[in-house]
C-alpha cells in the first residue's frame, strides 16, 4: 500500500493516486455508480468526483493514519488477534481535548481540508495531467478488477475528444445588443 504521502502527491504520483482512488475514493460513491460511470468512454476522476470528496477523503486518511499504524502495531504484538482495541485507539481517544474544552484536532481537520480541497482544485486546472491520470487509472482498474468493471480500454483519441469536448463547451459567447435584436458574437 502507499503511504500517506506518496497520497498526498496526487495525480502527479499515478499509481498511488490511482491505489487511492479505487480504494478509498470510490467508496464514497458506492459500487453501482462507480462501475456504471466507468464502463462509459469519456469516465474521468475529476468529472465524478468534485474536489471536496477527494480532499475529504485523503484528510481522513491523513488525521486516522496514526490510528491505524498503531492499531497494526497492537495486532502484531497480540499475534494477530482480531478486535483488539489496543494502546492506539486509546492514544486517540485521549488526543480530542488539549484541556481548555476546545476541540484543536476539528479545527486542525477543516484547516487541512482547506488546504486540500484547494490543492485539488489548482491540479484539475492542468488539464494534460487530469488526461494522463484518467488513462493511466482506466488501465490500472482494467487491470485490478479484472474485467469486473466492463471498463474499455482507452485510446489515445477518447482523451483527446474528451479534451477537445470541454474546450467547446467553455468558449464564451458574447451577446451585443442593437435597439431591438440581440446579436452573438
Request: charged share 35%; aromatic share 12%; net charge negative.
Given at each position: ?28 460513491i458506492?459500487h ?62 485521549n ?27 489548482a ?63
Amino acid at each position: 500500500m502507499p503511504t500517506i504521502a506518496e497520497f498526498q502527491e496526487g495525480r502527479k504520483n499515478k499509481d498511488a493516486y490511482s491505489f487511492f482512488c479505487y480504494f478509498f475514493l470510490r467508496r464514497t460513491i458506492g459500487h453501482a455508480s462507480f462501475k456504471d460511470y466507468f464502463a462509459g468512454e469519456n469516465a474521468s476522476i475529476s468529472a465524478l468526483f468534485t474536489e471536496s470528496d477527494e480532499a475529504f477523503v485523503l484528510v481522513i486518511l491523513e488525521t486516522s493514519a496514526e490510528f491505524w499504524t498503531a492499531h497494526a502495531e497492537d495486532l502484531r504484538k497480540k499475534g494477530g488477534t482480531k478486535n483488539i482495541q489496543g494502546d492506539g485507539a486509546a492514544k486517540r481517544r485521549n488526543k480530542k481535548d488539549n484541556g481548555d474544552g476546545e476541540d484543536t484536532e476539528k479545527a486542525t481537520f477543516v484547516k487541512r481540508y482547506n488546504v486540500l480541497q484547494k490543492q485539488m482544485r489548482a491540479e484539475r486546472e492542468q488539464k494534460e495531467l487530469c488526461n494522463e491520470f484518467d488513462k493511466h487509472f482506466r488501465e490500472y482498474l482494467y487491470k485490478t478488477s479484472g474485467g469486473l468493471f466492463g471498463v474499455p480500454k482507452m485510446d489515445e483519441n477518447v482523451a483527446a475528444r474528451a479534451n477537445k469536448k470541454e474546450e467547446e463547451e467553455e468558449e464564451e459567447v458574447e451577446i451585443v445588443f442593437r435597439g431591438k435584436n440581440a446579436t452573438a458574437v
